[in-house]
């Protein structure tokens, strides 16, 4: 695993804070700050429970926006029960970041990723139907997550995350994955086959043995 302050590459771009609110939620508290960066233009998040203190094994989620499966609860993925469960997770534990960054569709945008889901009505997988629209299978970027991390004072987390890429992206800027905590599955008739591809096309981890570590729920 790599030091904290092995920052590999490039160094991290720079984010600032533009405010912060306390947000009391059914399962507990959390400041929401808004931070923005001069890469993307977007205001990306971070639900924080608790006090970061030392700043080690800090669980934490790496979340990206979903306009359909967290606001209008589409169940073409699972991306709105992931985010309930890692809130529900962090809560409970009375300490913990949920970073939440604005890249819609795996970063293609929410007008790309309708198209994408009428490629998929037409027998496409989400890798194939990306492609088609001339985006990579995952555009997503993990850079401005470990950003601010690093801000909160992070410096070793627990991962919750199905996805490596994931794990890879924070320890090559710098962050120690101590651990990955699997999210769980949480598979419905309509989203079997976009589970299967993120398992099968995307390397995501997800399949039975990784449902020891949460309950399906
Ligand atoms: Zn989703």
Redesign the pocket.
């Known amino acids: 695993m790599a030091d904290a302050t092995d920052t590999k590459g490039a160094p991290l771009p720079p984010i600032r804070e533009l405010t912060h609110a306390r947000i009391p939620t059914a399962v507990g508290a959390f400041q929401l700050r808004l931070y923005a960066n001069d890469v993307d233009e977007k205001e990306h998040l971070a639900l924080v429970a608790g006090d970061i203190g030392d700043g080690e094994s800090v669980l934490v989620r790496v979340h990206s926006e979903?306009f359909?499966?967290e606001v209008v609860g589409s169940l073409r993925?699972?991306?709105g029960p992931q985010l309930a469960r890692a809130i529900d997770l962090i809560a409970g534990e009375g300490r913990g970041v949920i970073v939440y960054l604005r890249q819609e569709g795996r970063g293609i945008g929410l007008a790309d990723k309708l198209r994408a889901y009428n490629l998929q009505d037409e027998g496409l997988d989400t890798v194939d139907a990306n492609l088609a629209l001339g985006h990579g299978a995952d555009d997503r970027d993990y850079t401005l997550a470990a950003a601010i991390l690093h801000a909160l004072g992070v410096r070793s987390v627990r991962l919750l995350t199905n996805n490596p890429a994931k794990v890879a992206s924070l320890q090559a800027n710098g962050l120690d994955v101590v651990e990955r905590v699997p999210m769980g599955r949480f598979e419905t008739a309509e989203n079997a086959g976009y589970l299967r591809a993120k398992v099968e096309r995307m390397g995501h981890l997800g399949g039975e043995g990784d449902r020891q570590g949460l309950p399906d729920a």
């Open positions: 979903c359909t499966g993925c699972d991306c």
